[in-house]
């Protein structure tokens, strides 16, 4: 049955076996996601901004996004028109989805037939997807709560639907392959400034727990964790010295959620105060 994932006062979220209902009260902030599976994000009432570092996508009431999976992205949800956010996220977990790919006969996927790109798709406004949404807006009363095998069903309209959409969405959805290892240092590089536990940090770029502590051990004397910070910190003191950029621009820009942690991060490693190198 549902369970109620958010306490903040601002936000409401009900998980109903991989489908989530959202409410949104405020516009002010954004949530970087990182799902480990693919999804879908369907808009019922407001606006969504999903931005992917290069573009952002603007989603509105009545539209629905394809999220890839392992994919990062910062969502904006916030009022439009007068209405609230409000959306609804279906997501397909790898152990639904082989189930899934059983059940529908494994069915015959074109060898020539090539993959989505990464990024996050804007869905076309088909018969299916509107008639699958309709049928799901009666539990954003929390009060009315859909057995479990009700949501199964409605995940299982959604994977159709994708699949009707775009015949590249079968080999992308079906691809049950282990990643592949990828370089350690050159992905904590490049996200150096999301948040990130060590067991995301092994399954991102694509290790056991076990594996990723050895490898990283090999690559640098520091924790994953200090190692993070260390780097933050290194591109923040760059941004103020060479760029001539303001701590209250710069802290969250790398990663820190205050600035008072940022600054005595900031003292302990260089000596002196950020101020001091700020212009």
């Not at 959409?165 to 150096?192: C, G, H, Q, S, V």
Request: glycine share 6%; charged share 30%; hydrophobic share 35%.
């Amino acid at each position: 049955m549902g369970q109620r994932q958010a306490e903040d006062p601002l936000k409401v979220i009900f998980n109903y076996n991989n489908v989530f209902y959202s409410f949104f009260y405020d516009d002010t902030s954004g949530c970087t996601h990182r799902s480990r599976e693919f999804a879908m994000n369907y808009v019922y009432s407001g606006e969504m901004v999903v931005d992917n570092g290069h573009e952002r996508i603007h989603v509105g009431k009545g539209e629905c996004v394809f999220i890839p999976r392992d994919h990062h992205i910062t969502l904006y949800k916030r009022t439009c028109d007068g209405e609230r956010y409000c959306g609804i996220f279906l997501m397909f977990t790898r152990a639904f989805l082989k189930e899934m790919y059983d059940k529908f006969g494994r069915r015959e996927i074109p060898t020539d037939t090539p993959k989505l790109d990464s990024g996050v798709i804007k869905l076309p406004r088909t018969a299916e997807i509107a008639s699958l949404f309709a049928s799901m807006t009666p539990y954003f009363d929390p009060e009315v709560k859909p057995h479990d095998d009700f949501m199964q069903l409605k995940l299982q309209e959604g994977l159709l639907a994708l699949l009707h959409i775009d015949r590249r969405f079968a080999p992308t959805l079906f691809d049950f392959n282990e990643p592949w290892k990828i370089d350690i240092l050159d992905f904590m590089n490049r996200n150096y400034m999301y948040e990130f536990t060590v067991e995301e940090l092994a399954h991102y770029t694509g290790r056991s727990l076990a594996t990723f502590k050895r490898d990283f051990k090999k690559v640098s004397d520091l924790t994953p964790e200090k190692w993070l910070i260390r780097k933050r910190l290194e591109v923040a003191y760059a941004l103020m010295k060479e760029g001539g950029r303001k701590i209250a621009d710069v802290y969250t820009e790398v990663g820190f959620k205050n600035q008072s942690h940022f600054s005595s991060a900031f003292k302990k490693l260089y000596g002196v105060a950020p101020s001091a190198v700020s212009v």
